[in-house]
């Protein structure tokens, strides 16, 4: 028989760890053609009614999908097109499932990030490609460990189109940035956002914390012009190293963690190609797909794979997990819809990505908050 693990209602007593099974009744079923017969349940402290599939991936879904297959096939460059052709779905269902593991993608690598010891240094780099069409290029910023490349945090701004362009395409972009115009300050408003969830998280360290960056001005000013990070500088706390941006890209290079995801995302993903037509048309849904893609790097990629002993580490391990954590926090991800603990603080940044807070160019409604997302 099934037995409910907790109320869904964030506010109510027994939405963390409620007592045995005293706390819910059960209040019949009803029949679903996909899903067969779902027992219906009521919170008996907030009355609150749910069911079955209240706590499954699928809850709100009229239609079952391989999500093992979706997820191996978009992080192996196949287009959402495509795998739509596949499985004999629109489009749209394909990002819905998508979207569906992302979110639960989001949180489980909080709680990883909730757990790590911080105790290596991080590098901070922008991965720059397009939303929408050519005149709105972005930048995805991600902060990766120096040692683990594991990928702590990823942000996210429009850039206003720079570069070489012909007349015409002058007066294209001033035409749309009448309706939308991207920040000047959206690098340094993303490096901000990665740098204050840091400093909430980041314990006592007696060695100082080195944030290796490329030497865009953008970041130092950053770190120069919020007081929390200048004394955080001046207390020796953190140390920020620049590195320049011609040196080559090797191994040896203090911002290879990066340059490797970098590489890795842009063979991985096909809408993070370069020169390619799958590109993202909606910023909410491009977040959720790179922190789904991140997810995977962090938790199922070997670390090393030529070292027999390293090849069965995974990122997050190398950061300082240990191993039955990240089993536990992985279990179901395929199956079960996470909820978010109690009291856990999420970065800014994952929080506009659970909400859908990133704003898409040329958009003229705000996006609507779907009810699976809302929780
Ligand atoms: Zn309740």
Known sequence: MYIPEHCPNPQCENYQAPPGTRWYRKIGQYHTHTFGSVPRFKCRSCHTGFSKQTFSINYYSKR??????????INACAGIRNIAHDLQVKPEAITNRINRLARNAVLANQCIVDLLPFDEDLVLDG????????????????????????????????LRRKGRMRPDQKRKRALLEVIFKASTKGVE???RRLLCSLSERQPERELPLILYTDDKSDYERVLWNTKEFKERVYTGGWRHHKTNSKEGRNTQNPLFPVNYIDREIRKD???????????????????????LY????????????????????????????????????TKGFFEKRFFRKRGQSLSESAMKTLQRQWVTPLREKPERLWKYLDA
């Open 269 to 291: 993903m096909a809408s993070q190609t370069r020169e390619t037509v799958q590109f993202p048309r909606n910023v909410s849904n491009a977040m959720l797909r790179m922190n």
């Open 64 to 73: 079952e999908l391989d999500y093992r297959y979706i997820i191996r096939q």
């Open 294 to 329: 991140l997810f995977d790097h962090n938790t199922r990629k070997p670390y090393r794979i030529n070292n027999p002993v390293k090849r069965k580490l995974r990122h997050a391990q190398a950061a300082g997990l240990a191993r039955q954590d990240l089993d536990r926090i």
């Open 189 to 191: 408003s993303s490096f």
């Open 127 to 158: 991965l720059e490609n397009f939303c929408v069409s050519q005149y709105f290029p972005d930048n995805y910023t991600i902060m990766v460990g120096k040692d683990s490349q594991f990928v702590y945090d990823c942000d996210y701004t429009t």
